[in-house]
């Protein structure tokens, strides 16, 4: 079983950055595509961006017009998530997860078995 630790959340005002940290335990990290999730009060969780383990392959959410990079340390069991030109409606708790799969393939959101606790996002107007 892997453990995660999301930290990096926080208050932006809307238009600036943040940079979401996923910090995984133990050797097995590199056996895991990764992804971050969202939920925002009231709506469905969604997922936001996953990358493989090779990191050659990434996915992002469509609604996210190109804002968000997802990218992987394997030397430091870390995953990012770069989110710029933050709007209100990206305020969410927002979650990485890890899931099983080949080295290049980005799984299924059904396949995430591993979760953080979240991290708290919010964007002021």
């Known amino acids: 079983q892997v453990q995660l630790v999301e930290s990096g959340g926080g208050l932006v005002q809307a238009g600036g950055s943040l940079r979401l940290s996923c910090a995984t335990s133990?050797?097995?990290?590199?056996?895991?595509?990764i992804g971050w999730f969202r939920q925002a009060p009231g709506k469905e969780r969604e997922l936001v961006a996953q990358?493989?383990?090779?990191?050659?392959?990434?996915g992002y959410a469509d609604s996210l017009e190109g804002r968000f990079t997802i990218s992987r340390d394997n030397a430091a069991n870390t995953v990012y998530l770069q989110m710029n030109s933050l709007k209100p409606e990206d305020t969410a708790i927002y979650s990485c997860?890890?899931?099983?799969?080949?080295?290049?393939?980005?799984?299924?959101?059904?396949?995430?078995?591993?979760w953080g606790q979240g991290t708290q996002v919010t964007v002021s107007s």
């Open positions: 997860a890890a899931g099983d799969s080949s080295w290049y393939r980005l799984p299924g959101t059904h396949e995430y078995k591993y």
């Open positions: 133990g050797r097995t990290f590199g056996n895991y595509a």
């Open positions: 990358i493989s383990r090779s990191g050659d392959n990434r």
